[in-house]
């Protein structure tokens, strides 16, 4: 949910700058930035645990 915010902050921007035959980018663009998230708080969780 903390996620939430930013990415719709994001997809407006990206929404309202691009051009309109480019507004898939929008999607892409924050599913990408869910996937890194994601593999970061995996990663962390990781090395956290091995300690």
Known sequence: ?????????????????????????VMSTILILWIIYYGWVYIENKRNDNR
């Open 1 to 25: 949910m903390k996620l939430l915010i930013p990415f719709v902050v994001l997809g407006f921007i990206l929404i309202y700058f691009l051009p309109r035959s480019q507004n898939y980018f």
